[in-house]
C-alpha cells in the first residue's frame, strides 16, 4: 500500500525537524508533540489543498506555532514576549521560504548520549529521536516488550529536559568521548532497515549520519569503520528479492554496486592509519572479505574466522560466537562448530534464531541428518520473515536427508 503524503514527509523528516524544534526549545518531548501536532494538521488539510510547494516548511512553521500556542498557555516566565514574536517570524520564513535549514541532527543524537540518560536507553532514544523509529519497530530489537520500551523512552525524555541538556554538537574533543552509543545508534538503525520489507529510507539516513560522523570525527578511527560496514552491506542487494532470501554466498558479486564497494575500502584504509582496532572496523573487514569475491570466486574463510577470533576479544556477544561457529563450518570443520555452539548458554540462543541455522548448517555438514532437520525445523520456526523460513526449509529437505 502506498503511503499518504503525510507518512511520507513524516519519514522523508522527521528527524530534521524534531532536532530543529529540540534545538530551540531544549525540551525533546515537546519537539515531538509539536510535530506531531503538525502532521495531524497535515493529515486533515493536505488531502483538501494538495501538498504545499514546501511541505517541511509548512510542517515547521505548523509546529512551531503549537509550541508557541502551549508556551503562552503555560505562560512560561522563561519565554518572553520577544521570544514569542521572533519565533513567529521564524516560522513566517520557514512557510513562504524553500530554505536549506541547518542540520542538527547530530546534535540531538550527542544529546541523547547525555550521562543522564541511562545507557540501556541511549540507543532506543536516538532511534525514536532522530529516526521517528515507534517503540513497537525499536522494542523487539532490545528484546522487551513495546510497554517496557515505552516506559524506557518517556523516563529517558524527561532525564533530558531535568538536566537541562543542550541540543548543540560538542567541539571534536567533547564528542570523541560520547561517539560510542552515538555509533550503536546509528548501526541500528541500518540494521533495521535491512529487514526485508522493501524500505530502504532509513539505510539512506544512517548511511548519511555515518558519513557525517566520519568527517566530524576524523581522528575516530571507529567513526569510519562504522562507514566502511554499512557501505559494503549496502553495497549488495538486499538479500530478500522478490519474495525469495539469497544470502550473501548465493549473490552474483556482478550485481554488487562497486562505487559503494570502492568507498567502504578506502574508509577501512582510512581507519586502519589510524592504529586503534574495534568492532566495526572488525566487522567491516570481514565484510571486505566477502566483497573480495568480485575478484576471486571463492571466499577465504580463514581469513573471516581470524577476524571473528579478534572481534570475540572485544565484542563477545551472542551474534559474534555465532557467526564465528559459522565460518568454522564454512571453514571444514563442523564438529568444532558444533562444540563452539554447545559451549553457549542454553538460555541465551533458545529464540536466537542465526545460531539454530548455523547448528543446522553444521550438523549436516559432519553428516548428523537427522539433528540437523530438527535444527532447521527449529530455525524456520523463529524466522521472522516467510522468504527465510522458506529458505531454511528448502536447506532442511536438501541438507539433512
Known amino acids: 500500500m502506498a503511503w499518504s503524503p503525510v507518512e511520507t514527509e513524516a519519514r522523508r523528516a522527521y528527524g530534521r525537524l524534531v532536532a530543529l524544534l529540540a534545538c530551540r526549545s531544549g525540551d525533546l518531548a515537546e519537539a515531538e508533540d509539536a510535530l506531531a501536532d503538525a502532521l495531524l494538521a497535515a493529515l486533515e488539510r493536505w488531502p483538501v489543498t494538495g501538498i504545499p510547494a514546501n511541505p517541511q516548511g509548512w510542517l515547521l512553521t505548523v509546529a512551531r506555532r503549537r509550541s508557541i500556542d502551549r508556551a503562552r498557555r503555560r505562560a512560561h516566565a522563561d519565554l518572553a514576549q520577544a521570544e514569542l514574536v521572533r519565533m513567529q517570524e521564524e516560522a513566517q520564513t520557514a512557510m513562504t521560504e524553500d530554505a536549506a535549514y541547518p542540520d542538527q541532527r547530530l546534535g540531538l543524537l550527542l544529546a541523547c548520549a547525555h550521562p543522564a540518560i541511562d545507557a540501556g536507553a541511549r540507543t532506543p532514544l536516538m532511534l ?36 537541562g541538556v543542550r541540543f548543540e554538537t560538542p567541539d571534536p574533543d567533547a564528542l570523541a568521548d560520547r561517539l560510542e552509543p ?21 539505510q539512506h539516513e544512517a548511511l548519511w549520519l555515518g558519513r557525517l560522523l566520519a568527517e566530524l570525527a576524523p581522528g575516530e578511527p571507529e567513526a569510519a569503520g562504522l562507514l566502511a560496514l554499512m557501505l559494503f ?12 532470501f539469497i544470502p550473501v554466498s548465493g549473490q552474483d558479486p556482478a550485481c554488487w554496486n562497486g562505487a559503494l564497494m570502492t568507498e567502504a575500502e578506502r574508509c577501512l584504509r582510512q581507519a586502519g592509519r589510524l592504529g586503534r582496532s574495534g568492532r566495526f572496523q572488525l566487522e567491516a573487514a570481514i565484510q571486505a572479505v566477502h566483497a573480495d569475491r568480485r575478484r576471486h570466486p571463492v571466499t577465504n574463510w580463514a581469513a573471516i574466522l581470524d577476524l571473528y577470533e579478534g572481534l570475540l576479544a572485544i565484542a563477545p556477544t551472542i551474534g559474534s ?32 534464531q542465526p545460531y539454530w541455522a548455523t547448528r543446522a548448517f553444521a550438523l549436516a555438514a559432519a553428516g548428523e541428518h537427522a539433528q540437523a532437520a530438527d535444527a532447521y525445523t527449529r530455525a524456520a520456526g523463529l524466522a521472522e520473515h516467510p522468504a527465510i523460513r522458506a529458505w531454511l526449509l528448502r536447506q532442511r529437505a536438501m541438507r539433512a536427508n
Open 321 to 352: 560466537h555465532v557467526a564465528r561457529s559459522a565460518a568454522l563450518a564454512q571453514s571444514g570443520q563442523p564438529v568444532a562448530a558444533i562444540q563452539a555452539l554447545d559451549a553457549l548458554h542454553a538460555d541465551r540462543v533458545k529464540a536466537h
Open 233 to 244: 552491506v549496502s553495497a549488495r542487494p538486499s538479500p530478500i528479492q522478490g519474495g525469495h
Open 128 to 163: 525514536q529521536a532522530v529516526l521517528g523509529l515507534t517503540a513497537e519497530r525499536i522494542a523487539p530489537a532490545f528484546l522487551v516488550s513495546a510497554a517496557a520500551m515505552t516506559k524506557r523512552l518517556v523516563r529517558a525524555k524527561a532525564r533530558l529536559a531535568g538536566a
Open 182 to 202: 552515538v555509533l550503536d545508534a546509528v548501526y541500528a538503525a541500518f540494521t533495521l532497515s535491512r529487514g526485508g520489507d522493501g524500505d530502504d529510507s532509513l
